[in-house]
């Protein structure tokens, strides 16, 4: 662990995971010490609080790939050390559970490196999803896709974590987001075009990535710490909606719900990231039965608003602007934290996180003053840290 940090009282073992905490939360509007979580931590930030280099297993995997579907000795061991990295992380910063991404690997779309970004920036160079064109444009491209078919594979770092985290911790899984699979297999730009010249195609595409990404999580529910489901899908920018939200009504929320439907079958948590402006479907992300909301961004509507429009229906997580956590002082930071926390902290439905997540281009100190200052507050309003 990063001896620096210490003014922050992070270590191993200082607070018990405890999952059902943050069901609660989540879910209830029950008054109570408010839970810390995010969507997920980047590398950059775990290898800063551990004092320990920690590589994104998903980039091992790309740079070190081989013809063979069968993981090489060093594949494996990679992934093994990045997931017991992963679990360090979060039990250290207090998070009642660790997330881990589904490995769906749809072949053929396209990324761009950014030509100004630093090879060793505090988490690698940053890249970005090619809009204009993807691997599915026409029906024999569709075709002829070579579309993943094991979920054994997709849910293979769940699994592993499932028998790795600590009592009280639970696996949260990203199982992949349906619009954005979308969009980037298609090309945003031509999916935009196909809405209207091949709409059957747009279908067709939904179809097949809904039933892959649903059976990967039905493969989950049974896990004994398998905690629910974080659905990362960004359907918006500022201003809007990224489609029309008709578009995301009719073609896109009805699978949202279905995975809703399964994770709450199992009793098990459902919960959305998405970016952007979602105000034109929030009543409608909420019909889905979706437990938690989460990325919230202050020019857009500050989580104090979307606290007091929804709060009461759904559960709101995180909202500390990432723009302040990379820009501001640690004392600006601090006082960020109690406004959101005395507008959103006293009556649940609540969990304190950032904008979006944990970013690597965030200031460490920040984040771990919002923590700070959070376990603070609860001290003060609920006689507990957490």
């Given at each position: ?16 995971p ?5 069901r ?12 810390m979580?995010?969507?997920f931590?980047?590398p950059?930030?775990?290898?800063a609080?551990l ?11 790309a ?16 992934g ?8 360090n ?33 505090k ?14 444009t026409?029906?024999?491209d569709?075709?002829s896709?070579?579309?993943p ?6 849910n ?7 028998d ?11 199982p992949?987001?349906l ?10 730009v ?18 097949k ?23 990362g899908d ?12 008709k ?6 929320l009805?699978?949202l ?13 459902a919960l959305?990231h ?16 979706v437990?938690?909301?989460h ?9 104090e ?12 997580i ?5 723009n ?11 006082k960020?934290?109690?406004?959101i ?33 959070g376990r ?5 309003n ?5």
């Amino acid at each position: 662990m990063n001896p620096s940090l210490n003014k922050y009282n992070i270590k191993p073992g200082n607070w018990k995971p405890d999952f059902e905490r943050f069901r609660q939360a989540v879910t209830t509007n029950q008054p109570g010490p408010v839970p810390m979580g995010d969507l997920f931590a980047d590398p950059g930030t775990m290898s800063a609080l551990l004092g320990e280099k920690v590589e994104s297993f998903l980039r091992f995997m790309a740079r070190n790939s081989r013809s063979s579907d069968t993981p090489t000795d060093e594949t494996i061991a990679a992934g093994l050390n990045f997931l017991k990295q992963s679990v360090n992380f979060y039990e250290a910063v207090g998070w009642d559970f660790v997330t881990s991404h589904g490995l769906l690997n749809f072949p053929g779309f396209r990324m761009h490196l950014a030509s100004e970004s630093e090879e060793e920036i505090k988490g690698g160079r940053r890249a970005y999803i090619e809009s204009d064109s993807g691997p599915i444009t026409s029906w024999e491209d569709f075709a002829s896709y070579q579309w993943p078919e094991s979920p054994g594979v997709i849910n293979l770092g769940a699994k592993v974590l499932n028998d790795m985290v600590p009592e009280g911790m639970k696996v949260m899984v990203l199982p992949g987001g349906l619009f954005e699979w979308t969009t980037w297999l298609m090309g945003t730009v031509q999916f935009s075009y196909a809405l209207y010249d091949q709409p059957d195609l747009v279908d067709a595409v939904i179809e097949k990535l809904s039933d892959i990404i649903y059976k990967g999580a039905e493969e989950l529910m049974t896990l004994s710490n398998f905690g629910g489901l974080f659905i990362g899908d960004d359907m918006g920018f500022y201003s809007g909606t990224l489609v029309s939200p008709k578009i995301l009504r009719e073609k896109f929320l009805p699978h949202l719900k279905k995975m809703v439907d399964l994770a709450h079958k199992f009793d098990k948590l459902a919960l959305l990231h998405s970016c952007g402006n979602l105000e034109a479907i929030m009543d409608d992300i909420i019909e889905t039965g979706v437990d938690g909301k989460h990325s919230f961004e202050d020019k857009i509507m500050p989580v104090e608003e979307a606290y007091r429009r929804w709060g009461d229906k759904i559960g709101i997580i995180g909202g500390l602007d990432v723009n302040l956590l990379a820009s501001g002082t640690e004392d600006e930071v601090r006082k960020r934290t109690r406004q959101i926390l005395d507008a959103c902290g006293q009556n649940g439905h609540y969990v304190l996180g950032t904008g979006n997540s944990v970013a690597s281009y965030i200031t460490l100190e920040n984040y771990l003053a919002m923590l700070d200052e959070g376990r603070k507050w609860n001290k003060e309003n609920f006689g507990s840290e957490f």
